[in-house]
């Protein structure tokens, strides 16, 4: 599996904005589709957004309009830009490959990388 470091992550008020970052250890992006993922206290891991090596993006229906994934493939990076961020959205954010980016399931992978905190709260 692909070897990632998450960062961007913090605390921002409801309605503020982040922009999560998702290095690899090598340009990936061309080759495998990949995704954000999120996990909070007490619930299962979801997937949040994907994007395929054609540049096609899919979104879960809790973030379709507010978040933006995308991809420097010469740095690369992968974003995930969050806009209009609600308490909801408060959880550890991870990216991984996406093999299920048309359905939104989160793979049985077990390997992550350490992942970004993302709190939102007044």
């Known amino acids: 599996q692909v070897q990632v470091v998450e960062s961007g992550g913090g605390l921002v008020q409801p309605g503020g904005s982040l922009n999560l970052s998702c290095e690899a250890s090598g340009n990936i992006f061309k080759d495998k589709t990949m995704g954000w993922y999120r996990q909070a206290p007490g619930k299962q891991r979801e997937m949040v957004a994907a994007?395929?090596?054609?540049?096609?993006?899919n979104y879960a229906h809790f973030v379709e309009g507010r978040f933006t994934i995308s991809v420097n493939g010469p740095k690369n990076t992968m974003y995930l830009l969050m806009n209009n961020l609600s308490p909801r959205d408060t959880a550890v954010y991870y990216c991984?490959?996406?093999?299920?980016?048309?359905?939104?399931?989160?793979?049985?992978?077990?390997?992550w990388g350490p992942g970004t905190q993302v709190t939102v709260s007044s």
């Open positions: 994007v395929t090596t054609f540049g096609r993006s």
């Open positions: 991984n490959e996406a093999p299920f980016w048309a359905t939104m399931d989160v793979p049985t992978f077990t390997s």
